[in-house]
């Protein structure tokens, strides 16, 4: 069993920086991938970056490359996700994810086995 829970959801301007964080307990964190999705009112959730096990390998959807960084500690069971420049379009609920699996598809959420409830973040104009 696995409990994964965000934090550093919040109301932010336009431009402006949020660092999310997801903490993990249950299982041995280091050995997992993990990722960050977010779902917007109305919409599908959506990937957004994941990290493999050691953190040497990342993966960005093309909306965010440039704006967020994802890292982990593996020493405090926890990933990050450090968000700048954002955007009203980045108004969204955020969940932090953790998969058992190598090589699964990273965007497809169904791949991923555990998710925490998320975090809530709104970019105001």
């Known amino acids: 069993q696995v409990q994964l829970v965000e934090y550093g959801g919040g109301l932010v301007q336009a431009g402006g920086s949020l660092r999310l964080s997801c903490a993990a307990s249950g299982r041995t964190f280091s050995h997992y991938a993990m990722a960050w999705f977010r779902q917007a009112p109305g919409k599908e959730r959506e990937f957004m970056t994941a990290?493999?096990?050691?953190?040497?390998?990342?993966s960005y959807a093309d909306s965010v490359k440039g704006r967020f960084t994802i890292s982990r500690d593996n020493l405090k069971n926890t990933v990050y996700l450090q968000m700048n420049s954002l955007q009203p379009d980045d108004t969204a609920v955020y969940y932090c994810?953790?998969?058992?699996?190598?090589?699964?598809?990273?965007?497809?959420?169904?791949?991923?086995?555990?998710w925490g409830n998320g975090t809530l973040v709104t970019v105001s104009s």
């Open positions: 990290i493999n096990w050691s953190g040497g390998v990342t």
């Open positions: 994810a953790l998969s058992f699996h190598v090589g699964i598809p990273l965007g497809v959420p169904g791949a991923w086995d555990y």
